[in-house]
């Protein structure tokens, strides 16, 4: 098919970028497992894994799309993260074939996140704050 996205169709950007579209308003799609979004994630973070650990090993869920399509339009600007890219760019590729336009993968991951000293769940600026309260 024609139409059908390439994985050079997916625009990456890093985390710094990822951060100001967040802060632009875009809404943030992690789609690590439940256990590993459990752990720690980025503020206001929807999850909606892209693969399931089994004991036969990592799966594709087969409800991904249809459990996206509930919560984002097709219209919404999204940044889409895993834990370090890989999972997050083949989520994009499929949400494009889907006709989600304006997905971006976060490069890195959530990894880059942390990595970067953004902290998950709260933003690095509230945190220097809070530090500073506690003296």
Known sequence: MESEKRPEDVVTVDVQVAKDLLQKGQLYLDVRTVEE??????ENALN??????????????????????SILKKEDHVVVACNSGGRG??????????????VKNMGGGYSAWVDSGFAGDKPAEELKIACKFRG
Do not use: S, W
């Not at 909606?48 to 004991?55: A, E, G, K």
């Not at 760019?89 to 304006?102: F, S, T």
């Open 37 to 42: 979004y459990n752990k720690g994630h980025v």
């Open 89 to 102: 760019h083949r989520a994009c590729i499929d949400l494009r074939n889907a006709g989600y336009e304006h």
């Open 48 to 69: 909606v894994p892209y693969m399931f650990l089994t004991p036969e090993g990592r799966v594709k869920n087969p409800d991904f799309l249809a459990q996206v399509t």
